[in-house]
């Protein structure tokens, strides 16, 4: 392992015990910070999984028992199980597609060759990459709008009265508000006969961005506007120019609070998007939920405890790489990856 990979990860909190114990520095010390890092959340995780699943026999539903632990498990495994398939007969299907157009070509040389794309129902993990694409598609534009935003409106007293009460006001509003005028609005804009993308994805995307754009604006026009009087007298003194004051004094001061409007954000658009796939039938993991729920089978509840799993792993995930990402680029390390 190279140095400056090594000095990279031993600057994760939990993995810096980790590494000084395999370089052999204090290691009898450290092994016992690593088991009781590691130890303890272990011990929370079986005494919850224990909950779960004595509560999950007591409990009879119109579809049986609610799912346990060893049924979201098996659940788990059907879902993969049944994307490996799907791709086993996707792979084929193009393959057969290619001998037709193989056979047809030695026939007829100026035979125009027509490729069709597989039709095959989304799998589990299909709408699971799905997902991720429409909630970070709506992060980036909401962070793109809502950073330049943010510096506008904290570098001036009077931008920041004026558009406080507008943020306050649309802040809180709910992604169920949103869908329906968004939903009008994209149907009336987005006309196209042969579109980009569809017009659900769409729909979904920008009710994420409407959702999750206020936290960073805030925090971003907080950061910018509590400077310090100190940097500010500097910038005067070098005569910096407004976009240069920016780059060099605005950016790296406000990056902390910038970060903390971005963590927010993105876990406000990883919730919001799960509503709106679900009634923007949107192909993803909120649609997944609502299908499984309207199909009523006996295995409908064990995937939808999959489901429920699946984003708080992913969203957990995310929120991880966020602080490791504040952590690599800003000059406050004081953010731990606990």
Known sequence: MSIALTQTLSKISWLEPMIKAAQGENRSQNLRIIAKAIGIPLAGILVFLMIWHASASSIDTSLGKFPGPADVLSQSKTLISEHITEREKAAAFYQRQHERNTERLAQDPDYVVKIRDYTGKPTYVDQIGTSLITVLSGFLIASLIAIPLGIVIGLSANLYSAFNPVIQIFKPVS????????????????????????????????????????????????????????????????????????????????????????????????????????????????????????????????????????????????????????????????????
Request: proline residues 4%.
């Open 175 to 338: 992604p169920l508000a949103w869908l329906p005028l968004v939903t009008m609005v994209v149907s009336a804009v987005y006309v196209s006969d042969d579109p980009l993308v569809a017009k659900s994805f769409v729909t979904s995307m920008i009710t994420v961005m409407l959702c999750c754009l206020w936290p960073t604006v805030i925090n971003t026009a907080v950061g910018v506007a509590s400077i310090s009087q100190d940097l500010k007298n500097v910038s005067q003194v070098l005569r910096l120019s407004w976009l240069t004051h920016v780059r060099k004094i605005v950016l790296p001061a406000a990056i902390p609070m910038m970060f903390t409007g971005l963590r927010l954000s993105l876990s406000i658009a990883w919730m919001v998007l799960i509503a709106a796939e679900m009634l923007a039938q949107n192909p993803g993991l909120g649609k997944f939920v609502w299908d499984e729920f309207q199909n009523g089978s006996s295995n409908s509840l064990g995937r939808i405890m999959v489901a429920v799993i699946t984003i708080g792993l992913i969203g957990f995930a995310l929120d991880r790489m966020m602080l490791l990402l504040q952590r690599m680029v800003s000059w406050d390390k004081s953010a731990t990856l606990r």
